[in-house]
């Protein structure tokens, strides 16, 4: 193989209540990869578009997962990276995780396939260090693994696959503003009631248990987020009136996704689901802010193969 | 139906990690208690054992539940309860709890079963209300629902019965000192670091996930908590010898029952249950500690009924 062609997702993490924990990934938006053998070893980036991103490998989160895996093999080739991006860097859909994770799925096809996923999510979250200061995997593990991923451990990673209701589908509204991961971070307390926590967990148990029973009525009963909710918002125009809307159009549930400011909005179907996303357009179409939005199954397969050339 | 017995089940809350909102029944140690028509209305308790426990129906755990019960029935009869108790107040493993739901649940088919199963919950919480100061249900839920069950949120109420693998059994070690709900809530701190709850939620995520799953593996990494064990497990005489007595035997997790002093572990069948459950008896055989031991399958089934007198 001397090239492959990716599509890496878009992913939610932070579901609601389940801040750090659980992501999904998104069918239908996300970035476009390819994946290049060069005689001249080493990583080359390719911008095709956001050209303001650094192309110097250490400075890209492409590059230095790329770096970190040509590392491990050392081969008598490099790799060139041209990287379309469909998830706008800072809208909270994991445009970095879409970068690192496809980079780590795409490089390993070239490679031959010599990591196992574990090991891609380890390299992807190179990437998110590098992003936002933390080697987290709340947006790689949906990324690579697809659909609904828990991350019950960092150290020693743990990622557990969890069932999604077939029908389940996403509204995405992004406003484009930028939030940074960090300062998204910066806000929350240091230290939460051990009550609030407990509410918490209690909520987690049940979105969890509501993946595993396909119970709608549950997932929106436990889709309540009493501790990062309330304060990250506040950096999110028109928070509360967009989750109203989503709501009243009969969406399950309604948070951040991610650090924000895109907010995402989970729905039993498509058709509810494109009802749910006109519905936020509506409240954000009053503003002056510009967004953009998306309507997408979920995805129940990570960074996926578009084409290859075997020759 | 004159007069009916039941067999109320001991529970274990505070599953590890998942403090007050999982709990499970268990299904070979409990209350037998037996419930009489009375020409004379009101409420008359008869304690078989424990004569200690106060007979006054207000002052009672069993008694202010079936005083509400009949309260909103308002039937041309009493009742007397003949309770005969099998698990020891004061030692974790829900005494009051199974005195509040045998009683829900006996005196509702005494009565003709005009209540739901939610409605006995409730009033089940009055009896816990009074035991602890808290109307929690982390005890009566899984008592009335048997197997293991999730209390979301007490206020609404909101339990969900959660699956219990097929051979899931359970290892119990009561010390034989008292250790007052109370007491064991006061010594918690009011407030947790946002990054330790996370560390819990992520765990509670992945023990509701193993229990759908059957997967013990995923139990035993997610059966870890850094919140509560820590502080009440000082209350707890070799509290961390019989964890890893019971772990070296071969259980999957062990942790606290309810607010202590007894401690259980879980097990993937019955035969290692007896196994943890000699290993954890050699611990305080080597101590002047009196105590107690029950190894038991989970309850799949909540209070039930003995036998009835249909006359």
């Known amino acids: 193989m001397k090239e492959i ?28 990869m390819t994946f290049r053998k060069t005689t001249q070893k080493g990583v080359g980036i390719v911008m095709k578009n956001f050209r303001e991103l650094p192309v110097d ?52 096809q070239l490679l031959g396939e010599p990591f196992e996923k574990t090991e891609l999510v380890k390299f992807a979250m190179l990437g998110e260090a590098l992003a936002s200061g933390v080697a ?10 697809g659909g609904f991923t828990l ?3 960092t150290r020693p990673l743990d990622v557990i696959v969890l ?21 998204a971070r910066n806000i929350l307390k240091k230290s939460v009631l051990l009550k609030d926590a407990v509410t918490q967990w209690g909520n987690v148990a049940g979105l969890v248990a509501s993946l595993f029973s396909n119970d ?5 009963r436990s889709m309540q987020d009493g501790i990062v909710e309330p304060v990250r918002s506040l950096l999110i125009p028109m928070f509360y009136a967009l989750k109203q809307a989503a709501l009243d159009a009969g969406a399950i549930g309604c948070s951040i996704s991610g650090s924000g400011p ?20 509506k ?29």
Chains 1, 2 share one sequence.
Do not use: W
């Not at 060139?80 to 994770?101: D, N, Q, R, W």
């Not at 987290?136 to 693994?145: E, I, Q, S, W």
């Not at 709608?216 to 929106?220: G, H, I």
């Not at 510009?290 to 084409?307: D, M, V, Y």
């Open 5 to 32: 062609t990716v599509f890496s997702p878009a992913t939610v993490a932070n579901v609601s209540c389940a801040f750090d924990v659980l992501g999904f990934a998104v069918a239908q938006a996300g970035d476009r």
């Open 57 to 108: 490998p250490e400075r890209n989160v492409a590059g230095v997962v790329a770096l970190a895996m040509l590392q491990k093999i050392n081969p008598d080739f490099g790799v060139s990276i041209e990287m379309e991006k469909g998830v706008l860097p800072g809208s909270g859909m994991g445009s970095s995780g879409a970068s690192a994770g496809g980079t780590a799925f795409g490089l390993n």
């Open 136 to 145: 987290h995997a709340d947006n790689v593990a949906p990324n690579l693994y």
């Open 151 to 153: 991350v019950r451990s």
């Open 163 to 183: 069932p999604v209701p077939a029908l389940l589908s996403v509204s995405l509204l992004h406003p484009l503003i930028e939030v940074k991961t960090k300062n």
């Open 216 to 220: 709608f009525d549950l997932m929106a």
């Open 262 to 281: 895109a907010v995402f909005a989970l729905s039993a179907d498509m058709d509810t689901a494109e009802k749910v996303t006109e519905a936020m357009q």
């Open 283 to 311: 409240v954000y179409a009053a503003t002056e802010i510009p967004f953009e939005t998306f309507t997408s199954h979920i995805g129940k397969q990570g960074c996926r193969i578009l084409n290859d050339n075997k020759i």
